[in-house]
T-cell receptor
């Protein structure tokens, strides 16, 4: 079974630029999550989708971050404009509705200069 | 608001030692607690999941315990190996969220020396 795929793996941008990350979850997983992990901290949930609907985006900075999951499969997370404090690893995870286990992708490491 | 704390932040041991990692959480209203492993440049891998009604789970050399009333969990690693070197994260699923939301601790960086 293929795991969660993310791209790109690394991205370096200057502040005020925009950036987008892509995630392809495990086939058949209805729930998809985006986490932000700042160096030295645990992951923090940004947004959770159930199929193509948002169930939790309470910690998403909506003035600059947006996410979508068209057709209930792939998802993109966008930051516009980026700030220095957005430097982090962005992790995507997916789970099926039958279990509590989330499967994580390798993450995208973002550096904002 | 649920907060999860892990102690120690870093741990270095020689190969073969048994060790314990600690996790504490402020709100005992949880569905479950999970321990994850994170290797550099890689995502998280779930090691053990303990439901709120359970006291412990075991997988190979790993044993995780849960004392929900006191807000504590421990991960015991027996006969540590250099391949165990990684960051270990614990996470809880709070009951008041209604979804599979995870609240993570800050992790313990483990280094096992040959």
């Amino acid at each position: 079974e293929a795991g969660v795929a993310q791209s790109p793996r690394y991205k370096i941008i200057e502040k005020r630029q925009s950036v987008a990350f892509w995630c392809n979850p495990i086939s058949g997983h209805a729930t998809l999550y985006w986490y932000q992990q700042i160096l030295g901290q645990g992951p923090k949930l940004l947004i959770q989708f159930q199929n193509n609907g948002v169930v939790d985006d309470s910690q998403l900075p909506k003035d600059r971050f947006s996410a979508e999951r068209l057709k209930g499969v792939d998802s993109t997370l966008k930051i516009q404009p980026a700030k220095l404090e957005d430097s982090a690893v962005y992790l995507c995870a997916s789970s099926s509705v039958r279990t509590d286990t989330q499967y994580f992708g390798p993450g995208t490491r973002l550096t904002v200069l | 608001k649920q907060e999860v704390t892990q102690i120690p932040a870093a741990l270095s041991v020689p190969e073969g030692e048994n060790l314990v990692l600690n996790c504490s959480f402020t709100d005992s209203a949880i569905y479950n607690l999970q321990w994850f492993r994170q290797d550099p440049g890689k995502g998280l891998t779930s090691l053990l999941l303990i439901q709120s009604s359970q006291r412990e789970q075991t997988s190979g050399r790993l044993n995780a315990s849960l004392d929900k009333s006191s807000g504590r969990s421990t991960l015991y690693i027996a006969a540590s190996q250099p391949g165990d070197s990684a960051t270990y994260l614990c996470a809880v699923t709070p009951m008041n969220t209604g979804f599979q939301k995870l609240v993570f601790g800050t992790g313990t960086r483990l280094l096992v020396s040959p």
